[in-house]
């Protein structure tokens, strides 16, 4: 939805570079983890005049079964942008990705993260700082201050964010 509106787009665009500048002002290259972030990486690196280029999570499985498309150099120091990280399997994929081409993940910058423990012990674990937008605890907050949800909804709700495996909705 982000890209349907010029104002948020451009909204998106801009808070990323500024992130991206202050808190890794020593990278290379932006890569957008396909598919969404590809396009909210695109815009970042637009404002910022930097080199771009994407990675899947996987390499393709036909052609030239590429995993990272783009120029990327060994020793590139890369910021990872993501549009939403939940378990954080598919940017992991794709940092490993990018480390097999020789270069460097410096960061990752997300959108929004539900802030689930396990993303954050394995991000941890692999060394590469994570930033976001936005998370799930702002994004109850405002439901409930506009009347999206009740605070009874809102305890509903709380109980995915504690244990996503073993939710339900009943």
């Excluded at 909204?11 to 890569?31: M, T, W, Y």
Aim: with cysteine; charged share 25%; net charge negative.
């Amino acid at each position: 939805m982000v890209l349907s509106f010029p104002e948020v787009r451009d909204f998106v665009g801009k808070s990323l570079a500024e992130r991206i500048q202050h808190a890794f002002p020593n990278a290379d290259r932006i890569a957008g983890i396909a598919t969404a972030g590809i396009a909210h990486g695109v815009l970042a690196a637009d404002r910022l005049n930097m080199s771009y280029c994407y990675v899947r999570p996987e390499p393709k499985k036909h052609g030239l079964k590429n995993q990272v498309e783009g120029y990327l150099e060994a020793g590139d120091r890369v910021v990872l942008v993501e549009d939403l990280i939940s378990t954080g399997k598919s940017s992991l994929q794709a940092a490993e990705g990018v480390r097999n081409e020789g270069a460097e993940v410096i960061g990752l910058i997300a959108l929004f993260t539900y802030g689930f423990e396990s993303a954050r012990v394995r991000f941890e674990a692999e060394g590469i700082p994570v930033i976001t937008l936005t998370n799930f605890e702002t994004l109850c907050e405002v439901a409930v201050a506009e009347g999206y949800i009740s605070a009874e909804e809102l305890e509903h709700v709380k109980r995915f964010a504690e244990s996503p495996d073993t939710w339900y909705n009943g």
